[in-house]
Nanobody, 118 residues
């Protein structure tokens, strides 16, 4: 299991932006680099859903509803990944989780709350 720590959540007005960060400070760099990194989110009464993921080769995939608004990136040398969220909508409100997907399974962060409200 990889220890993951998210930061950057908060309250933002519709149309605003937030940048989430996820760090893996205890991971060996080569181990971090071998994992697919992803962001999931879960809102009350709904199942956890994949928002975006980035492979070791930095290929990306996005949930349809966030395409063109969210951008996932990773900095392997710093063992971090990011989610830049623009043009936020109330429907984006959720707890966002960082995930590291590897051959031995998935590691999860503790989650960070994002609330989009006026």
């Amino acid at each position: 299991q990889m220890y993951l720590a998210e930061s950057g959540g908060g309250l933002v007005q519709p149309g605003g932006s937030l940048r989430l960060s996820c760090a893996a400070p205890r991971a060996i760099t080569s181990v971090f680099n071998s994992h697919i990194m992803a962001w999931y989110r879960q809102s009350p009464g709904k199942e956890r859903e994949l928002v975006a993921q980035i492979t070791t080769q930095k290929s990306t995939e996005y949930l349809d509803s966030v395409k063109g608004r969210f951008t996932i990136s990773r900095d392997n040398s710093r063992k971090k990944q990011y989610l830049q969220m623009n043009s936020l909508e109330p429907e984006d409100s959720a707890v966002y989780y960082c995930a590291a997907i590897g051959p031995r399974g998935t590691s999860w962060g503790q989650g960070t709350q994002v609330t989009v409200s006026s």
